[in-house]
C-alpha cells in the first residue's frame, strides 16, 4: 500500500470520536440548565427538555453512526486486503474494531496502517482473500 493511500487512514481514524464527541456536546449543553439549576429530580422538566431536543439529538447521533460505519467498512475492507497477515489476527482486529468502534480505529491505524512497508502484498480486490 503507498503512502498516499495511507495517509487518508489517519484522520479519517478520528472523524468517528469527532462526532460522537459533538454528539455528547449537544447532550451536555441541551442538559446544561437542569444541571445549572439543580431541577434534574424534576422529572417533567427532564421529559420537556429531552421531547425539545430529540430532532437535534437524533440527527447528530444518527450522523455519527453512519460515519462510523462507513469508517468500519473501509478499514474492513483494508483488513481484507492484506496479505501477509493470517486469518486469526484479522478477526481479533475485526472484533476490536465492531466491540470498540470509533476508539478502535485510531488504535488499528497507529498500530499496523502506520507502520506497515509500502511494499506490503494486498489482494487486488474482496474476491482474490476468499477461500
Do not use: C
Request: charged letters at 15%.
Amino acid at each position: 500500500m503507498n503512502d498516499s493511500s495511507k495517509k487518508w487512514m489517519g484522520p479519517v481514524s478520528f472523524i468517528p470520536l469527532i462526532a460522537i464527541a459533538t454528539w455528547v456536546m449537544y447532550i451536555l449543553y441541551a442538559t446544561n440548565h437542569l444541571i445549572v439549576n439543580e431541577e434534574y429530580q424534576q422529572h417533567e422538566k427532564v421529559v420537556t427538555l429531552i421531547a425539545k431536543n430529540y430532532g437535534g439529538s437524533l440527527v447528530l447521533f444518527m450522523a455519527a453512526f453512519l460515519i462510523g460505519l462507513a469508517v468500519l467498512v473501509s478499514f474492513i475492507v483494508h483488513l481484507k486486503k492484506v496479505r501477509t497477515m493470517n486469518g486469526s489476527t484479522k478477526l481479533g482486529w475485526l472484533i476490536f474494531m465492531a466491540v470498540f468502534g470509533p476508539l478502535a480505529f485510531p488504535v488499528y491505524y497507529f498500530v499496523e496502517v502506520r507502520h506497515e512497508p509500502d511494499d506490503v502484498p494486498m489482494y487486488g480486490s474482496m474476491e482474490e482473500g476468499i477461500g
